[in-house]
Protein backbone atom coordinates (compact mmCIF):
# COMPACT_ATOMS: atom_id res chain seq x y z
CA UNK A 1 0.00 0.00 0.00
CA UNK A 2 0.88 3.48 -0.08
CA UNK A 3 3.52 4.49 2.01
CA UNK A 4 4.24 8.60 2.99
CA UNK A 5 7.66 9.53 4.53
CA UNK A 6 8.31 13.13 6.19
CA UNK A 7 10.81 14.22 8.35
CA UNK A 8 9.62 14.65 11.80
CA UNK A 9 10.67 17.94 13.18
CA UNK A 10 11.28 21.53 11.43
CA UNK A 11 12.28 24.83 13.65
CA UNK A 12 12.48 28.43 11.91
CA UNK A 13 12.50 31.80 12.75
CA UNK A 14 9.57 33.72 12.06
CA UNK A 15 10.02 35.50 9.00
CA UNK A 16 12.27 33.17 7.41
CA UNK A 17 11.27 30.49 5.19
CA UNK A 18 10.09 27.08 6.00
CA UNK A 19 10.10 23.88 3.80
CA UNK A 20 8.83 20.75 4.43
CA UNK A 21 9.54 17.15 2.52
CA UNK A 22 7.49 14.52 1.82
CA UNK A 23 8.21 11.34 -0.40
CA UNK A 24 5.70 8.88 -1.56
CA UNK A 25 5.27 5.25 -3.04
CA UNK A 26 1.95 5.14 -4.86
CA UNK A 27 2.66 6.92 -8.61
CA UNK A 28 -0.92 6.50 -9.54
CA UNK A 29 -2.13 9.40 -7.08
CA UNK A 30 -3.89 12.23 -9.09
CA UNK A 31 -3.98 14.99 -6.41
CA UNK A 32 -1.69 15.30 -3.75
CA UNK A 33 -2.83 17.47 -0.50
CA UNK A 34 -1.13 19.64 2.20
CA UNK A 35 -2.83 19.15 5.27
CA UNK A 36 -2.29 21.86 8.36
CA UNK A 37 -3.63 20.56 12.06
CA UNK A 38 -2.97 22.66 15.29
CA UNK A 39 -3.05 21.36 18.71
CA UNK A 40 -6.14 19.44 19.58
CA UNK A 41 -8.03 20.30 16.37
CA UNK A 42 -8.54 18.07 13.18
CA UNK A 43 -7.34 18.99 9.78
CA UNK A 44 -7.55 21.64 7.84
CA UNK A 45 -6.79 21.54 3.93
CA UNK A 46 -4.05 24.53 2.97
CA UNK A 47 -3.42 23.47 -0.61
CA UNK A 48 -3.20 21.09 -3.20
CA UNK A 49 -1.43 20.06 -6.53
CA UNK A 50 -2.83 18.10 -9.45
CA UNK A 51 -0.04 15.51 -10.88
CA UNK A 52 0.61 16.74 -14.17
CA UNK A 53 1.78 20.05 -12.80
CA UNK A 54 5.29 20.38 -11.31
CA UNK A 55 4.69 23.46 -9.08
CA UNK A 56 1.40 25.72 -7.61
CA UNK A 57 1.43 28.88 -5.87
CA UNK A 58 -0.95 29.90 -3.24
CA UNK A 59 -0.01 32.92 -1.57
CA UNK A 60 2.47 32.25 1.02
CA UNK A 61 2.44 28.58 -0.28
CA UNK A 62 4.17 26.64 -2.83
CA UNK A 63 4.11 23.53 -3.62
CA UNK A 64 6.59 21.38 -5.72
CA UNK A 65 6.20 17.86 -7.23
CA UNK A 66 8.63 15.73 -8.32
CA UNK A 67 6.58 13.19 -9.98
CA UNK A 68 9.79 11.03 -11.40
CA UNK A 69 11.34 11.29 -7.57
CA UNK A 70 7.60 11.22 -5.87
CA UNK A 71 8.85 13.61 -3.98
CA UNK A 72 6.44 16.75 -2.49
CA UNK A 73 7.25 19.61 -0.89
CA UNK A 74 5.60 22.53 1.07
CA UNK A 75 7.46 26.03 1.25
CA UNK A 76 5.32 28.62 3.63
CA UNK A 77 7.14 32.43 2.85
CA UNK A 78 7.65 34.89 5.36
CA UNK A 79 6.71 31.93 7.84
CA UNK A 80 4.77 33.58 11.01
CA UNK A 81 4.33 31.99 14.73
CA UNK A 82 0.37 31.22 13.56
CA UNK A 83 1.99 28.42 11.34
CA UNK A 84 3.05 26.39 14.20
CA UNK A 85 1.57 22.87 13.71
CA UNK A 86 1.79 19.72 12.29
CA UNK A 87 1.66 19.17 8.50
CA UNK A 88 1.00 16.28 6.67
CA UNK A 89 1.46 15.43 2.94
CA UNK A 90 -1.64 13.30 1.51
CA UNK A 91 -1.46 11.69 -1.68
CA UNK A 92 -4.77 11.13 -3.20
CA UNK A 93 -7.04 11.20 -5.97
CA UNK A 94 -9.61 13.83 -5.06
CA UNK A 95 -12.35 11.32 -3.66
CA UNK A 96 -13.18 8.46 -6.38
CA UNK A 97 -10.05 6.21 -4.87
CA UNK A 98 -11.62 5.98 -1.36
CA UNK A 99 -9.18 7.48 1.03
CA UNK A 100 -6.07 9.63 1.74
CA UNK A 101 -3.15 8.09 3.13
CA UNK A 102 -0.96 10.01 5.63
CA UNK A 103 1.95 10.38 7.34
CA UNK A 104 3.79 11.02 10.89
CA UNK A 105 3.67 14.56 9.99
CA UNK A 106 6.01 17.26 10.31
CA UNK A 107 5.82 19.37 13.15
CA UNK A 108 7.06 23.33 12.33
CA UNK A 109 8.32 25.25 15.39
CA UNK A 110 8.20 29.11 14.75
CA UNK A 111 10.63 30.82 17.12
CA UNK A 112 9.84 34.48 16.97
CA UNK B 1 -23.83 24.54 6.79
CA UNK B 2 -21.07 24.78 10.04
CA UNK B 3 -18.68 22.04 8.49
CA UNK B 4 -18.20 18.38 9.38
CA UNK B 5 -19.41 18.07 13.26
CA UNK B 6 -18.50 15.42 15.27
CA UNK B 7 -20.06 13.83 18.95
CA UNK B 8 -19.44 14.18 21.57
CA UNK B 9 -15.55 16.28 21.55
CA UNK B 10 -14.62 14.19 24.27
CA UNK B 11 -15.05 10.76 25.97
CA UNK B 12 -14.20 8.67 29.14
CA UNK B 13 -14.78 5.26 29.36
CA UNK B 14 -14.01 2.18 31.52
CA UNK B 15 -12.39 -0.72 29.86
CA UNK B 16 -14.97 -3.07 28.51
CA UNK B 17 -17.57 -0.62 28.08
CA UNK B 18 -19.09 0.38 24.56
CA UNK B 19 -18.55 3.73 23.28
CA UNK B 20 -20.35 5.69 19.74
CA UNK B 21 -19.04 8.33 18.63
CA UNK B 22 -21.35 10.32 15.74
CA UNK B 23 -20.49 12.70 12.44
CA UNK B 24 -22.24 14.93 11.09
CA UNK B 25 -21.00 15.93 7.19
CA UNK B 26 -21.20 18.59 5.01
CA UNK B 27 -24.39 18.36 3.78
CA UNK B 28 -24.17 18.11 -0.04
CA UNK B 29 -20.91 15.37 0.69
CA UNK B 30 -21.83 11.92 -0.23
CA UNK B 31 -18.81 10.56 0.74
CA UNK B 32 -17.65 10.26 4.51
CA UNK B 33 -14.65 8.89 6.10
CA UNK B 34 -13.32 7.69 9.45
CA UNK B 35 -10.10 8.00 10.52
CA UNK B 36 -7.52 7.22 13.74
CA UNK B 37 -5.31 9.22 15.23
CA UNK B 38 -2.90 8.55 17.65
CA UNK B 39 -0.31 10.44 19.75
CA UNK B 40 2.52 11.58 17.44
CA UNK B 41 0.98 9.68 14.72
CA UNK B 42 -0.99 10.91 11.47
CA UNK B 43 -4.50 9.65 10.91
CA UNK B 44 -5.10 6.06 9.95
CA UNK B 45 -7.54 5.33 7.82
CA UNK B 46 -10.40 3.27 9.27
CA UNK B 47 -13.57 3.08 6.96
CA UNK B 48 -15.35 4.84 4.16
CA UNK B 49 -18.77 5.33 2.91
CA UNK B 50 -20.48 6.61 -0.26
CA UNK B 51 -23.99 7.83 0.54
CA UNK B 52 -25.44 4.80 2.84
CA UNK B 53 -22.74 2.04 1.14
CA UNK B 54 -19.67 1.34 3.18
CA UNK B 55 -16.75 0.59 0.49
CA UNK B 56 -14.12 -0.42 2.62
CA UNK B 57 -14.16 -1.80 6.01
CA UNK B 58 -10.59 -3.79 5.94
CA UNK B 59 -8.76 -1.02 7.69
CA UNK B 60 -11.25 -1.10 10.62
CA UNK B 61 -8.95 -2.46 13.41
CA UNK B 62 -11.00 -5.45 14.97
CA UNK B 63 -14.01 -6.77 14.66
CA UNK B 64 -15.03 -4.89 17.86
CA UNK B 65 -15.19 -1.75 15.15
CA UNK B 66 -18.31 -0.69 13.26
CA UNK B 67 -19.75 1.68 11.53
CA UNK B 68 -22.81 2.95 10.10
CA UNK B 69 -24.40 5.75 7.93
CA UNK B 70 -28.05 4.26 8.19
CA UNK B 71 -29.56 7.32 5.70
CA UNK B 72 -26.52 8.13 3.96
CA UNK B 73 -26.31 11.45 6.41
CA UNK B 74 -25.01 11.22 9.33
CA UNK B 75 -22.26 8.42 10.61
CA UNK B 76 -21.60 6.74 14.13
CA UNK B 77 -18.43 4.70 14.11
CA UNK B 78 -19.19 2.42 17.76
CA UNK B 79 -16.38 0.35 19.56
CA UNK B 80 -17.34 -1.93 21.55
CA UNK B 81 -15.83 -4.02 24.42
CA UNK B 82 -13.22 -1.29 24.79
CA UNK B 83 -9.32 -1.51 25.68
CA UNK B 84 -6.92 0.90 26.68
CA UNK B 85 -5.18 0.57 23.62
CA UNK B 86 -8.83 2.43 21.86
CA UNK B 87 -7.40 5.85 23.68
CA UNK B 88 -7.13 7.82 21.00
CA UNK B 89 -8.75 10.62 18.59
CA UNK B 90 -11.16 9.68 16.22
CA UNK B 91 -11.16 11.59 13.25
CA UNK B 92 -14.66 11.84 10.55
CA UNK B 93 -14.20 13.72 7.23
CA UNK B 94 -16.50 14.27 4.50
CA UNK B 95 -16.07 15.15 0.80
CA UNK B 96 -17.69 15.02 -2.55
CA UNK B 97 -16.56 12.85 -4.57
CA UNK B 98 -15.19 13.39 -8.07
CA UNK B 99 -14.01 16.65 -6.70
CA UNK B 100 -10.88 17.31 -6.16
CA UNK B 101 -11.15 19.43 -2.95
CA UNK B 102 -9.93 16.62 -0.74
CA UNK B 103 -11.67 16.29 2.50
CA UNK B 104 -13.03 18.21 5.37
CA UNK B 105 -12.06 17.42 8.81
CA UNK B 106 -14.31 17.40 12.17
CA UNK B 107 -12.83 18.29 15.03
CA UNK B 108 -12.52 15.14 16.49
CA UNK B 109 -13.44 12.85 19.46
CA UNK B 110 -11.39 12.20 21.68
CA UNK B 111 -11.34 8.42 23.51
CA UNK B 112 -9.88 7.92 27.11
CA UNK B 113 -9.77 4.42 28.34
CA UNK B 114 -9.03 3.83 31.76
Known amino acids: GEDVEQSLFLSVREGDSSVINCTYTDSSSTYLYWYKQEPGAGLQLLTYIFSNMDMKQDQRLTVLLNKKDKHLSLRIADTQTGDSAIYFCAPGDGGSQGNLIFGKGTKLSVKP | DTGVSQNPRHKITKRGQNVTFRCDPI?????LYWYRQTLGQGPEFLTY????????KSRLLSDRFSAERPKGSFSTLEIQRTEQGDSAMYLC????????????FGSGTRLTVV
Open chain 2, 93 to 104: ASSLAGTVYGYT
Open chain 2, 27 to 31: SEHNR
Open chain 2, 49 to 56: FQNEAQLE
